[in-house]
């Protein structure tokens, strides 16, 4: 198995018995954004916060 498929099984696995589908594709959605996030950090494709801060008033007008 993938190292994909096994990283996806074992989220799964560790969600409650009584989870919803909606609730596990949540759980693997944030898991990909974490990964990403973290994939562009490696690679410097960040901004600082005072830039953010002034993107964010940008979109706010």
Do not use: C
Not at 5 to 33: S, W
């Amino acid at each position: 198995m993938s190292a994909v498929k096994e990283r996806m099984a074992e989220l799964i696995q560790n969600q409650p018995e009584d989870a919803t589908y909606e609730e596990i594709l949540r759980e693997l959605a944030f898991e990909q954004m974490i990964a990403h996030g973290l994939q562009d950090s490696k690679e410097g494709k960040t901004i600082s916060n005072d830039e953010m801060r002034h993107r964010m008033r940008a979109w706010q007008k």
